[in-house]
């Protein structure tokens, strides 16, 4: 049985953004929880000063989710600059969206 490699079901730029969030909401979570009651307000300070530049980093992923779909496809620069150009607007996000599940749909498609 000589199978051709499979993609896994979430890509390894997945386990980052999932890393991420697990660890964002577990120090919200101790910073609110009172687990560490003496440090809480010291805490509550430094997530006060970092929550905004996580928040942009959060988005930033989000906004280039397109990308980051078709980054192994022939077209990934011209997903990249119309996500950057056009993804601003919700529908031309949505559209950029569906070209590139189109275009790693194709990919697998002729891997078989």
């Known amino acids: 049985m000589n199978r051709k490699h499979e993609s896994p079901a979430i890509p390894k730029w997945g386990w980052y953004v999932i890393g991420s969030t697990i660890f964002i909401i577990s120090i919200i979570f101790l910073s609110l929880s009172g687990a560490f009651a003496a440090a809480a307000e010291f805490t509550i300070h430094i997530l006060a000063a970092v929550l905004p530049y996580l928040l942009f980093v959060l988005l930033a992923l989000l906004y280039f989710i397109p990308f980051f779909i ?8 011209a997903i990249f600059v119309a996500n950057l150009v056009f993804g ?13 599940l189109g275009e790693s749909g194709t990919r ?3 891997r078989r």
């Open 70 to 77: 078709a980054a192994s496809t022939p077209r990934s620069v």
């Open 88 to 100: 601003w607007t919700i529908i031309g996000w949505i559209l950029v969206l569906i070209w590139a």
């Open 108 to 110: 697998s498609q002729k």
